[in-house]
């Protein structure tokens, strides 16, 4: 009895061992280290010349290029989409002392601003978007058939090294001089202030109830009227805050966009803290001399030559942005006054025609009509207003205070495109003054709705 009892305990004991053993998860082996082993130093300059020859191309013929050589570059980034609030998304940007290139990711975070990084290079792509270069993994086809990157995984083909207080200082330049030169690069601008014209706006289109978030350019300007386009997410934490009313300094990364065959130079904001435009704002002066007050007016252009500034006798066609200014055009045998960005090249447009001051003791009322072509403004951006002032007498137009008036103007959405809208008898103040009113056009190169006006009549 006492040998089968011996016997079944030595089953069992062996039994539980073997249960034990099985059961050992930390045996398990541990997953094998992949040593980043760094391909031959290269620079961000030399990767760019890789991708001349397709750049060069008209856009839709180019294709992505591979990097079949085993290089690698070293930089620091300047430019993240954990510390951009919201304004990068799976990307960020690296530089050296060659230049800046732009990297897509597969998904976000992992690596940030002022991290030292060794990038290998071999079998990830090369391609533009707008003629910026970028960096990404193996091309596919968007719904618009055209050539896209996927992300590249950070951890495949990166080396971060975080160096204890080390900070890449941006480089102090002026707008005219955000050019190749600096393209993907970290800038920053001082005595700077965004425009006249975009005061009032945010910086982007936020996500609302009523409407899709959607990115945004808005004009930035220094003292010397040289201007740069500001490009800002709908989805950044700050794309519903108003652009601020100051001048001061402003820092960013310089990209570019093409269309057709106009480039605009742009800068993105990596950090809103950043940005700091609190002091006093430069003075933009506009000299303009008034003419005599008439009492009545009624203009229909015809007197004017096609492709050429409007030009009459009491009137002001000037500019304070920008160098597009009315000017009379000509469809079939009707001729009337028009202000357009298109193919303009320029940030930013602002483009006033003033009328002659009109006597103001008396009512009156004031009739036009407008339509407009290639509607390129975005969501709540106007092309066109009308203002009225009582105060003016000529010099600066900013040492006047000008109110827009409520006038029925052509609008994309609710009209035709070159369809003439009667704007109705719009009433206008009384006053011991004379009255001066402009129509004011806004816009730029990409935002570029063309603008018409004709039969213009005060009585």
């Known amino acids: ?147 896209r990157l996927t992300g590249i995984d950070k951890h495949d083909y990166i080396k971060r090294t975080y160096v204890e207080g080390q900070v890449q200082e941006p480089a102090i330049i002026t707008i005219d001089q955000a050019d190749e030169n600096y393209m993907g690069m970290l800038v920053q601008f001082n005595d700077v202030q965004f425009a006249d014209s975009q005061l009032g706006l945010t910086y982007a289109i936020p996500e609302t109830d009523t409407q899709d978030a959607a990115s945004a350019n808005r004009t930035l300007v220094d003292c010397d009227g040289n201007s740069i386009i500001v490009r800002s997410s709908g989805y950044s934490s700050f794309a519903g805050t108003l652009l601020p009313e100051g001048k001061g300094t402003f820092v960013g990364i310089v990209t570019k966009f093409t269309s057709g065959s106009t480039t605009t130079t742009q800068i993105v904001i990596r950090s809103f803290d950043e940005i700091d435009l609190s002091g006093d704002r430069c003075s933009n002066e506009i000299d303009i001399t008034l003419g005599d007050p008439v009492d009545t007016i009624n203009e229909d252009f015809s007197s004017q030559t096609n492709n050429a500034d409007i030009n009459l006798t009491g009137w002001n066609n000037f500019v304070t942005a920008g160098s597009r200014t009315w000017r009379g055009k000509t469809y079939n045998t009707e001729i009337y006054a028009q202000a357009t960005g298109y193919n303009s090249g320029e940030a930013s447009i602002e483009s006033w025609l003033m009328l002659p001051p009109v006597t103001a003791n008396s009512a009156k009322t004031l009739s036009f009509e407008s339509q407009f072509a290639y509607w390129e403004h975005l969501s709540g951006n106007k092309p066109m207003k009308v203002v009225y002032s009582t105060n003016y007498t000529g010099g600066d137009v900013n040492s006047a205070t000008w109110t827009e008036l409520d006038a029925t103007m052509a609008t994309d959405g609710v009209d035709a495109q070159n369809t003439w809208v009667e704007s109705g008898a719009i009433a206008l103040p009384t006053s011991n003054n004379p009255i001066v009113i402009a129509f004011i056009y806004n816009g730029s190169n990409t935002e570029s709705t063309s603008m018409r006006i004709d039969n213009i009549v005060i009585n």
Do not use: H
């Open 1 to 147: 009895m006492m040998k089968r009892f011996n016997t079944i305990f030595i089953i069992l004991s062996v039994l539980t061992s073997s249960l034990f053993v099985a059961c050992d998860f930390n045996n398990e082996d541990a997953p094998p280290y992949e040593e980043f082993v760094e391909g031959e130093l290269s620079t961000i300059s030399y990767v760019k010349s890789l991708y001349a020859e397709e750049l060069a191309k008209y856009w839709t013929e180019r294709v992505p290029v591979e990097i079949t050589e085993d290089i690698c570059i070293k930089g620091i980034i300047i430019g993240d989409d954990k510390t951009s609030n919201g304004n990068l998304y799976k990307e960020a940007y690296v530089q050296d002392e060659t230049g800046g290139l732009r990297i897509t990711f597969l998904s976000t975070g992992g690596i940030y601003k002022n991290d030292s990084v060794t990038i290998n290079l071999k079998g990830l792509y090369l391609s533009d978007y707008g003629d910026f270069i970028q960096l990404g993994g193996v091309p596919y086809f968007d719904d618009s058939n055209n050539y």
